[in-house]
C-alpha cells in the first residue's frame, strides 16, 4: 500500500525558501500514470494546488506562485521535493504531498502533511 | 480561470438526515474532471468521488455525486456519525489546472 510522508523544517524565515521533501513507500514512484503534488492549507482555509511533477520531470505549477516554485523528482530516493521561495507569513500553511492518479484524474493517495511557519 | 463555488457554506444536520452539498463552476467543467474530497479536522482530505459520480475505493454507497456542465452535487443520503465533516470538490483541466473549492462544513444539528 503506497504511502507518503512530508519532511522539512517547521518554521522558516521571512525571504528564506521553504523545503520540503515527499518520501513515498510501498510503491515507485516511477510506476503507472500518477503525478505527484504539493498542496497547502492556511489554518481554518481550503485547499490549494501549488503543483506537480511527473516522474519524466515534466512539471505544471499553479500560476499564482509560479515564480516561487520548484518541485524535482529523485526517483532513486522515491521522493519528490518542493522549493518555495521568498516566503511571507501567507506562506504559512499546512503543507500535503498527494498522488494524481491519472486514470482518475483525482488525488487518491495523500500525505499526512507538515506544518510550516513563516516567522522570524 | 474556473472558479468552484461550494454551497452552503455550512450545513446543519442530524444523523440520519439526507446532506446535497453544490459545487458550481464558472466555466463548464467536464464530468471527467470533477472529484469531491472528505476532510476531518486534523487529517488529510480523502478522495470520496471521481470523474462527478464513481464512487472512490472504499467508499460506501451512501456517498453519491452526479451533474454535469457547471453544477455538481455531492449527496449523502443518511448522515452516519463520522460523515460530519468538510466537503471539498476540485477540478482538473482549466488555468489553474487543478483547483478546489472553498468547502461545505456539514455539521451535527
Known amino acids: 500500500q503506497v504511502q507518503l510522508q512530508e519532511s522539512g523544517p517547521g518554521l522558516v524565515k521571512p525571504s528564506q525558501t521553504l523545503s520540503l521533501t515527499c518520501t513515498v513507500s510501498?510503491?515507485?514512484?516511477?510506476?503507472?500514470?500518477?503525478?505527484w503534488s504539493w498542496i497547502r492549507q492556511p489554518a481554518g482555509k481550503g485547499l490549494e494546488w501549488i503543483g506537480r511533477i511527473y516522474t519524466s520531470g515534466s512539471t505544471n505549477y499553479n500560476p499564482s506562485l509560479k515564480s516561487r516554485v520548484t518541485i524535482s523528482v529523485d526517483t532513486s530516493k522515491n521522493q519528490f521535493s518542493l522549493k518555495l521561495s521568498s516566503v511571507t507569513a501567507a506562506d504559512t500553511a499546512v503543507y500535503y504531498c498527494?498522488?494524481?492518479?491519472?486514470?482518475?484524474?483525482?488525488?487518491?493517495?495523500w500525505g499526512q502533511g507538515t506544518m510550516v511557519t513563516v516567522s522570524s | 480561470e474556473i472558479v468552484l463555488t461550494q454551497s452552503p457554506g455550512t450545513l446543519s444536520l442530524s444523523p440520519g438526515e439526507r446532506a446535497t452539498l453544490s459545487c458550481r463552476a464558472s466555466q463548464s467543467v467536464s464530468s471527467s474532471y470533477l472529484a469531491w474530497y472528505q476532510q476531518k479536522p486534523g487529517q488529510a482530505p480523502r478522495l470520496l468521488i471521481y470523474g462527478a459520480s464513481s464512487r472512490a475505493t472504499g467508499i460506501p454507497d451512501r456517498f453519491s455525486g452526479s451533474g454535469s456542465g457547471t453544477d455538481f452535487t455531492l449527496t449523502i443520503s443518511r448522515l452516519e456519525p463520522e460523515d460530519f465533516a468538510v466537503y471539498y470538490c476540485q477540478q482538473y483541466g482549466s488555468s489553474p489546472l487543478l483547483t478546489f473549492g472553498g468547502g461545505t462544513k456539514v455539521e451535527i444539528k
Open positions: 498527494a498522488r494524481y492518479f491519472d486514470w482518475d484524474d483525482a488525488f487518491d493517495i
Open positions: 510501498g510503491g515507485s514512484i516511477s510506476s503507472g500514470s500518477y503525478y
